[in-house]
């Protein structure tokens, strides 16, 4: 028995790294090696070294979708934060039976893919949708108004899908809240909104952080919904990708955004890591 327990360790190590090795490490090895390759209209690649796919990427055209897509990742984290902080808040602090409903209803979207619930949206933004007739009858217009294939249709749907992935990790941290810091700083004479401010936000910086990252990387990437609900009309970096693999036919110009992408999501996460590393050093002070 005790041999077998020996050697499921090594057996269990060695398939995961198996697992990442062929399906993580090797395929981010092949977009690294193309993005430095020639494209060539009659096959994929052409075997020849150059850097013209980076060079391309100075382009005041690509760079105005690199900002139209931190502009948006932006706005979409700024309001999943305001939105969920709030929410986070009252889960943590309910009871627990009311905290496995109210969890619940925050993971059950996550048991429908994403496309599907982007067509929900869809059907509730066009012109006969619920959203326009629910308008027209309590009077406040008179005629349906343009909500679908806009940026503001792009940003809710962006909302909508990455809303959890801000909730939950504000909840798991917000939950491990001590309660007498809450209290010392009342009986300080702290205001409610001082305590807020210099108390809770502080301890709940990991959280937000996490939440931050969880957010704002895939929000730059996704490529159906600016597609569904922009209408095309918002390119964005992860369409400019899907457009360079899938229409143009020019995979290494594709795997040079995307090595960028990579390396820029890769900042971010080590900017976490090392702010979550301090914030363990402090709290073990």
Known sequence: MKNKLNLFKPFSLSAVWLWLGIFSLVPL????????LSNDP???VKFE???????????SAYLNILLQSIYLASTCTIICLVISYPFAFIIAKNSSKYRTLLLMLVIIPFWTSSLIRTYAIMAMM?????????LIAIGIIHHPI????????????CVYDLLPFMILPLFANIEKLNPEYI????????SKI??????????????????????????????YIPVLLGGAKNILVGNLIEHQFLTANNWPAGAAISVVITVLMG??????????????REDLA
């Open 29 to 36: 090895s092949l977009t690294f090696v193309t993005s430095f």
């Open 42 to 44: 009659n096959t994929i």
């Open 49 to 59: 070294p150059t850097l013209t796919n980076y060079n391309q990427l100075f382009n």
């Open 126 to 134: 066009k012109a006969k949708g619920i959203i326009n007739a629910t």
């Open 146 to 157: 343009q909500i679908l294939y806009s940026y503001p249709a792009v940003l809710t749907g």
């Open 183 to 190: 209290e010392a700083a009342r009986d300080l004479g702290a």
């Open 194 to 223: 001082t305590t807020f401010i210099k108390v809770i936000i502080p301890l709940t910086i990991p959280g937000i952080l996490a939440g931050s990252v969880l957010v704002f990387l895939p929000a730059m990437t996704m490529f």
């Open 267 to 280: 900042v971010f996460i080590l900017l976490y890591w090392r702010n979550s590393k301090a914030k363990d």
